[in-house]
């Protein structure tokens, strides 16, 4: 049985490769051309720098329109990841170069100006694909040299822009794009404007293999320096497992080996000692928990996303999710998720039979609708939102269907037959000594014994443990950093787990020895609260970083034109 089941695992992880190391390409299917022929480029989003969440269609603002452009078909992927292709109107033929050619010329009126005039104020950068490499470029510059007055800047609007190829054979290796700063157009006051928009093609040999052309995407994370701090995060949260390894040996060895001692007497002798701390509950310890629906519920569902993250980790590790590979994370994130769902069910609904509970197929509608209610009211509130301002994060309405109907017609039948087989299970719950009738009560307890400050310290270990990697994740999903070390972020992932499982037993224990039997929601809120933590790392850091990505971004381009 357990080798038919490892072999299914298998099964699902190779079909989740293939699907998602398949991903979209662009229009050359094997990137491989002949002189002449035309590379495709798509032009994908512009936004504000130091918002990279706030991103809009390219063609937004008043870009030159040849009437030739069309939508690339995207994947779910990508269209979760906020990509909206459409081909640019620039023309880049493999090795034939163009000097100085004249894209369209057109009158810009003062509302054009002015939309212009407000992007380059905001810091707008341009995204586009090139043979499914990634281009930057900011759309313009602001003149405040010598001046103080935000009423006396200039803003300028690029109009020339020198792509810079890079190919080995027949393949094309790098792409970067530079803006002249010789060439621009004055945004500055509300008037009618002639831009003649123009592009320069250059193309050079490089000896660099196709294999290896995402490399430097990925680079910047791998420095040195940047490995330096990872290390030290491990090397840290290792002398955290270390000390709580020896906290938790000392109690185990002190404290409870004495007890066992103890009770392996005769039974008389035990009986004349007067029981306390923990030994005094020993009754009430196995107690089933109040709102057991729920619990059970949120159980199933933590196990579904540990397992969602084991093999998002997997994949992570057999180099799936490389720099760029558009929108192949949302989409694993997406079909993991519906094909574990069996999983939620099978788990919450055997521990809800476990705890004596009778309507298991409410505890198992409870269970699909526990995290998928909240994200779902979430979901309607943002891109409600990104509507209203036309954002890329606007989900279309095809792409809503096609989501409700996987959770339909995957999800929810995995999730029913997951919790048929937890109710058939006939699995018991067998406690090592007998729940008495009547619980007993718990005496009060100091303030910092109470369910915050508990919260607190459990919270705060495991936190300490992870707070560097959450640095640079946080920066790679709400700012302009890469993330690629996946085997460091699986380590610390481990030992995350570790520290969390120790401070749990520790907390639990001296709970017990306070003669507080009500340990079950009080664990289950003590690990969360490491998240809590997360999300307030997150606020605070988000302020922190907006002052180094117009450095980051300057700096990536530099390295793009090398």
């Given at each position: 049985?357990?080798?038919?089941?490892?072999?299914?695992?298998?099964?699902?992880?190779?079909i989740?490769?293939?699907?998602?190391?398949?991903?979209?390409?662009?229009?050359?299917?094997?990137?491989?051309?002949?002189?002449?022929?035309?590379?495709?480029?798509?032009?994908?989003?512009?936004?504000?720098?130091?918002?990279?969440?706030?991103?809009?269609?390219?063609?937004?603002?008043?870009?030159?329109?040849?009437?030739?452009?069309?939508e690339?078909?995207?994947?779910?992927?990508?269209?979760?990841?906020?990509?909206?292709?459409?081909?640019?109107?620039?023309?880049?033929?493999?090795?034939?170069?163009?000097?100085?050619?004249?894209?369209?010329?057109?009158?810009?009126?003062?509302?054009?100006?002015?939309?212009?005039?407000?992007?380059?104020?905001?810091?707008?950068?341009f995204?586009?694909?090139?043979?499914?490499?990634?281009?930057?470029?900011?759309?313009?510059?602001?003149?405040?040299?010598?001046k103080?007055?935000?009423?006396?800047?200039?803003?300028?609007?690029?109009?020339?822009?020198?792509?810079?190829?890079?190919?080995?054979?027949?393949?094309v290796?790098?792409?970067?794009?530079?803006?002249?700063?010789?060439?621009?157009?004055?945004?500055?006051?509300?008037?009618?404007?002639?831009?003649?928009?123009?592009?320069?093609?250059?193309?050079?040999?490089?000896?660099?293999?196709?294999?290896?052309?995402?490399?430097?995407?990925?680079?910047?994370?791998?420095?040195?320096?940047?490995?330096?701090?990872h290390?030290?995060?491990?090397?840290n949260s290792?002398?955290?497992?270390?000390?709580?390894t020896?906290?938790l040996a000392?109690?185990?060895?002190?404290?409870?080996?004495?007890?066992?001692?103890?009770?392996?007497?005769?039974?008389?002798a035990?009986d004349?000692?007067?029981?306390?701390?923990?030994?005094?509950?020993h009754?009430?310890?196995?107690?089933?928990?109040?709102?057991?629906?729920?619990?059970?519920?949120?159980?199933?569902?933590?196990?579904?996303?540990?397992?969602?993250?084991?093999?998002?980790?997997?994949?992570?590790?057999?180099?799936?999710?490389?720099?760029?590979?558009?929108?192949?994370?949302?989409?694993?994130?997406?079909?993991?998720?519906?094909?574990?769902?069996?999983?939620?069910?099978?788990?919450?609904?055997?521990f809800?039979?476990?705890?004596?509970?009778?309507?298991?197929?409410?505890?198992?509608?409870?269970?699909?609708?526990?995290?998928?209610?909240?994200?779902?009211?979430?979901?309607?509130?943002?891109?409600?939102?990104?509507i209203?301002?036309?954002?890329?994060?606007?989900?279309?309405?095809?792409t809503?269907?096609?989501?409700?109907?996987?959770?339909?017609?995957?999800?929810?039948?995995?999730?029913?037959?997951?919790?048929?087989?937890?109710?058939?299970?006939k699995?018991?719950?067998?406690?090592?000594?007998?729940?008495t009738?009547?619980?007993?009560?718990?005496?009060?307890?100091?303030?910092?014994?109470?369910?915050?400050?508990?919260?607190?310290?459990?919270?705060?270990?495991?936190?300490?443990?992870?707070?560097?990697?959450?640095?640079?994740?946080?920066?790679?999903?709400?700012?302009?950093?890469?993330?690629?070390?996946?085997?460091?972020?699986?380590?610390?992932?481990?030992?995350?787990?570790?520290?969390?499982?120790f401070?749990?037993?520790?907390?639990?224990y001296?709970?017990?020895?306070?003669?507080?039997?009500?340990?079950?929601?009080?664990?289950?809120?003590?690990?969360?609260?490491?998240?809590?933590?997360?999300?307030?790392?997150?606020?605070t850091?988000?302020?922190?970083?907006?002052?180094?990505?117009?450095?980051?971004?300057?700096?990536?381009?530099?390295?793009?034109?090398?």
């Amino acid at each position: 049985m357990g080798r038919s089941r490892s072999s299914t695992l298998l099964c699902i992880l190779s079909i989740l490769i293939s699907l998602l190391t398949t991903h979209v390409r662009s229009d050359g299917s094997d990137h491989r051309y002949k002189e002449g022929d035309l590379v495709p480029l798509y032009a994908n989003k512009v936004g504000p720098f130091h918002n990279p969440s706030e991103t809009y269609r390219y063609f937004d603002l008043p870009f030159c329109v040849t009437g030739h452009e069309r939508e690339k078909t995207e994947a779910l992927g990508e269209v979760l990841n906020g990509d909206r292709l459409v081909s640019a109107p620039y023309e880049l033929k493999f090795k034939k170069e163009k000097d100085s050619t004249v894209v369209c010329r057109r009158k810009l009126t003062k509302e054009q100006v002015a939309q212009f005039r407000e992007a380059v104020k905001k810091d707008y950068y341009f995204q586009m694909y090139y043979d499914d490499l990634p281009i930057w470029g900011f759309i313009g510059t602001v003149d405040k040299e010598g001046k103080t007055d935000p009423s006396e800047y200039k803003y300028f609007l690029y109009k020339h822009i020198q792509f810079d190829v890079l190919y080995n054979k027949d393949r094309v290796i790098e792409i970067s794009a530079r803006m002249d700063p010789h060439s621009v157009v004055d945004l500055t006051e509300d008037k009618d404007i002639d831009v003649e928009f123009m592009y320069t093609v250059k193309w050079k040999e490089t000896d660099t293999p196709f294999e290896k052309r995402m490399e430097k995407y990925s680079q910047s994370s791998s420095l040195p320096h940047h490995l330096e701090i990872h290390w030290f995060s491990i090397i840290n949260s290792c002398v955290t497992v270390l000390l709580l390894t020896g906290f938790l040996a000392t109690i185990l060895m002190r404290v409870l080996k004495n007890d066992f001692m103890k009770y392996a007497q005769d039974e008389e002798a035990a009986d004349d000692q007067e029981e306390t701390g923990w030994k005094y509950i020993h009754g009430d310890v196995f107690r089933f928990p109040k709102y057991k629906s729920l619990f059970a519920a949120a159980l199933g569902s933590g196990t579904q996303l540990f397992t969602l993250t084991i093999f998002i980790f997997m994949l992570a590790l057999v180099g799936v999710f490389y720099p760029y590979n558009r929108g192949a994370l949302f989409t694993a994130l997406v079909v993991i998720y519906a094909l574990t769902s069996g999983i939620a069910g099978y788990t919450a609904t055997s521990f809800y039979i476990q705890l004596e509970g009778s309507n298991w197929v409410r505890n198992l509608l409870l269970t699909g609708c526990l995290f998928c209610g909240p994200l779902f009211l979430m979901f309607c509130f943002l891109n409600t939102v990104a509507i209203a301002y036309s954002a890329t994060a606007a989900l279309p309405f095809g792409t809503i269907l096609v989501i409700v109907l996987i959770w339909t017609l995957v999800t929810s039948p995995l999730l029913v037959l997951g919790g048929i087989a937890g109710k058939n299970s006939k699995t018991e719950f067998q406690a090592p000594v007998r729940t008495t009738k009547y619980p007993r009560e718990i005496p009060p307890l100091p303030w910092y014994r109470s369910t915050i400050p508990q919260m607190a310290m459990a919270g705060f270990l495991p936190f300490s443990a992870i707070y560097i990697e959450l640095y640079y994740i946080f920066a790679s999903v709400w700012g302009h950093r890469i993330y690629t070390i996946y085997s460091i972020l699986f380590i610390v992932f481990i030992i995350l787990l570790i520290v969390t499982a120790f401070i749990t037993v520790a907390l639990t224990y001296f709970q017990l020895a306070a003669e507080d039997h009500e340990w079950w929601w009080r664990q289950f809120k003590d690990v969360g609260d490491v998240e809590e933590m997360s999300i307030a790392r997150k606020i605070t850091q988000q302020d922190g970083w907006k002052d180094h990505q117009l450095e980051e971004l300057v700096g990536m381009l530099h390295n793009q034109g090398k």
